[in-house]
Each structure stands twice: as C-alpha cells, then as structure tokens.
C-alpha cells in the first residue's frame, strides 16, 4: 500500500473573527483547492466588512459569535475552528468549544495550548484539542532562532517585530503584552533558546511599512559562522514554501567578542561567543490587505498549513484504525 492518502471529502472548518486575519484567511482558504472547506465565517458584527465579504463568497455566517456558531446547522460537520478574534475572547471561546470534540487552532496569543510553529514543532502537536500559533513575530522568528540552535548553544534570542499600524486591528491591539510574553516564551520553549525576549512596533508611517523582523541570537562559544548561515537559509527556503514573500532582507551578520573583547550585558554580565543577526522581510500576497501586511500572511499562511496537515494526518490515523 503506498503512503498517500486519498484527499476524500474536504473538512468542513470555520473561522472566529472576521477582522483583518480571519478575512486574509478567509480568503486564502476559499482560493484553494486543497484539503479544507470554509463552512462558517463569525462575528459580532453584523456589519463587518469581514462578514460581508463571506456572505458576497457564499460562506455561511453568523453574527452571534460562538454560541451562534454552534447553533448553525453546518456546525455538526465542522472539525476544525480557527480563532482569529483576541487573547481574552479566545478564552470564552474555548470555554464553549472544549467539550463539544472540535478542533481549535488559536490565532490569539492567548496560549491556552502548545505553541505550534510549523516548520519546527508541528509533529509534535498533531493531536492536541487546542493548538496555539504563537504570533506573527513568533511565526517569523522562532524558525531562525531553531536554526541557529541547530548549530550552537544560544543562551539569548530577542526578537523585533515591526508591522505596518494600519494592519493592526483592535483585536491585535488589545493583546500587545500577550504578544510579547508569548512571543518570548515560544523563542525558548520552540526556538531552543536558553532566553528570549521579544518586542513590537507598530509603525505609523504613511506609505505603510512591510512586515520586518530583526533576530539576535548570542551563541555560546566557538562556532562556524558559515554552518549557521547554512541553517538559516535552508529554514527560510522552508518558510518560504508556504508563506511565499518570506526572505532574508540581507546576509547574515555576526560579530565575534572574545575574552579581550567581551560584550557586557547589564542582567547576565560579560559574554563571549558569537552575536548573530538575522534580518528578514515579509511581503503580503495581499489577500486581504496590500502586500506591506506580511504580517498578516505569516500567521495565515501557517494557520492554513497547519490545519491541513492537521487534516491528512487524521485522515491518516483514521485510515489506519478502519
Ligand atoms: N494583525 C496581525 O498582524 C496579526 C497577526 C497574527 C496574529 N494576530 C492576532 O489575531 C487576532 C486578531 O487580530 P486582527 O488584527 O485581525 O484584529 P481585528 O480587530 O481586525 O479582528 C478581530 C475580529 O474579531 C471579532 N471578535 C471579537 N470578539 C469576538 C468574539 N467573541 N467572537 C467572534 N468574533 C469576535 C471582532 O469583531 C473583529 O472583527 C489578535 O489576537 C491578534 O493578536 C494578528
């Protein structure tokens, strides 16, 4: 018997929030012929631009948030929910969807579930009821703090985010400090860093600016600065195989402190090894948004990727069990 899986009917899945992320993954879903269904678009807007646009796609709707959604009639057949509302309604959310045998992928920071970063750790969490997807500066840097940790020790990762204001909605403003707390845990607990601390910008300027993340990785001791580039630019081809505008912005930087010429760090003291920069840019397929919301495309691109290997696999497992 080979190892594929015939693609059987489409799994019916449904998104929460119908702002900027949960209409850019709208979008994306229903551009696709791949393995998932849109059944149901919801908010608590019946005038949302958002569930305008599902209802002119022909998507079922709802305005009534999740006790709407479980009520829709569509709701039986749904295995997956992706929550794209903000850290405190995922809470409530999940609150309501955790007994019914729903899938969720959390696009909040709210970290109710294990951090899922698909080109690192996505193996490890194909099962879980609850899935979180860190964040969008999560989704861009934790892959190149792994890649470095594959060569060398890191014992400190911090990472900058700046995305375009104008891409923010005011669910992603309401969780800034989620943002940044689980941000930082995710470059630790997925990235392999001993530390992590990670920081955003929402940039006012007008023209809007593109997705940048800047990541300083400080690696212990001796290492070969051309196998660590090597590992950054096989993860970025990775990302870049699903979230197409991902790319390092310039090469690799290093700089090198010696004990005659250590780098002093207020917390940690003195530190000798290798300090790495990793810079790179997010270009938006611009779906919903124009293309300087790569932001926007990071987390969706993964969130998608992520449920439909989320979808093979139960397939898979469910195949296997028959
Ligand atoms: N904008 C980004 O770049 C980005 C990237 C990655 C992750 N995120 C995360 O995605 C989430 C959404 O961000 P956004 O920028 O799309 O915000 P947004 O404000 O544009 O969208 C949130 C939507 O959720 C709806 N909503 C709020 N509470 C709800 C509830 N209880 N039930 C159903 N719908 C509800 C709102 O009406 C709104 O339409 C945030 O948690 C944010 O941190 C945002």
Redesign the pocket.
């Known amino acids: 018997m080979s190892g594929t899986v015939s693609p059987g009917p489409r799994w019916p899945v449904a998104i929460?929030?119908?702002?900027?992320?949960?209409t850019d993954l709208m979008v994306k879903i229903q551009g696709s012929d791949g393995p998932l269904a849109l059944a149901a678009m919801?908010?608590?807007?019946p005038d949302?631009d958002?569930l305008a646009r599902a209802r002119q796609l022909g998507v079922p709707t709802t305005a009534e948030?999740?006790d709407g959604l479980v009520q829709m009639p569509e709701f039986p057949d749904i295995r997956l929910v992706f929550d794209?509302?903000?850290?405190s309604?995922?809470y409530?959310?999940w609150d309501r969807l955790a007994d019914t045998g729903v899938r969720v992928l959390d696009?909040?920071?709210?970290a109710v579930g294990p951090y899922a970063v698909p080109v690192v750790n996505l193996d490890d969490h194909l099962d879980v009821p609850n899935l979180n997807l860190v964040?969008?500066g999560g989704?861009a840097t934790v892959p190149i703090v792994a890649a470095v940790a594959q060569v060398g020790l890191v014992s400190y990762a911090e990472i900058v985010s700046s995305?375009a204001s104008k891409?923010?909605?005011?669910?992603?403003r309401?969780?800034i400090d989620?943002?940044t707390e689980t941000t930082a845990a995710a470059v630790v607990s997925v990235g392999g860093a001993r530390r992590g601390r990670a920081m955003m910008i929402l940039n006012p300027a007008d023209p809007p600016v593109m997705m940048r993340n800047t990541v300083y990785c400080l690696v212990d001791g001796d290492v070969d600065p051309g196998a660590i580039e090597q590992s950054i630019e096989v993860m970025v081809d990775r990302v870049r195989a699903y979230v197409p505008g991902y790319r390092l912005k310039q090469r690799v930087q290093f700089e090198f402190f010696t004990a005659d010429n250590p780098l002093f760090i207020p917390e940690t003291g003195t530190f000798v090894g290798t300090r790495v920069t990793t810079l790179i840019e997010v270009t938006g397929a611009a779906d919903h948004l124009p293309a300087y919301?790569g932001?926007?495309d990071?987390?969706t691109a993964a969130a998608k990727a992520t449920a439909e290997r989320i979808a093979l696999h139960t397939k898979r497992t469910a195949g296997a069990s028959a």
């Open positions: 929460l929030g119908s702002g900027n992320i949960g919801v908010g608590i807007d949302s958002g948030g999740v794209a509302t903000s850290a309604a995922h409530a959310n696009l909040t920071p709210a964040t969008c989704q995305i891409s923010a909605g005011p669910g992603t309401a969780n989620e943002f919301a932001n926007l990071i987390m």
